[in-house]
């Protein structure tokens, strides 16, 4: 969706996080105060959620690596960027999203919706 279809959509402006960059930008909506979204020339690519923002995982940021892959065996783990003990959990979509949850090995710290590759970003823009 693009980010002007979205503001349709909410009947509401964004409001810009950080410097506007017309190839990638990080934008939120008043009515979803703890979601971030990505935008990348014009269009939203991925969207990252804080704590208690219900999503269709049925998961939250401080669940445990082991809900997450009981709950979806196809999850793909890999080692974390950053973090020692930590991994990010890439629960495939429909071939070009995929949901993306970081952990520390205890428990998710992040949780992050979206298209590829936009969503594997680590660094979010690139």
Known sequence: ???KDAERALNANSQQ???????????RFESIPNVRFMVE???????????G???ILGLDIGATPEQVKAKFPNVQ?????YLHN???LTIPGDGNTAFVLEDNGRSILKLRAG????VSYVE???
């Open 77 to 81: 783990t890999g080692p974390h960027k």
């Open 17 to 27: 996080l950080g410097a506007a960059d017309p190839n990638c930008s990080s934008v």
């Open 41 to 51: 020339k014009g269009v939203i690519t991925r969207a990252d959620a804080e704590q």
């Open 86 to 88: 930590g991994h990010y």
């Open 53 to 55: 923002v219900p999503n």
């Open 1 to 3: 969706m693009t980010l």
């Open 115 to 118: 298209m590829q590759p936009s």
């Open 124 to 126: 979010g823009c690139l």
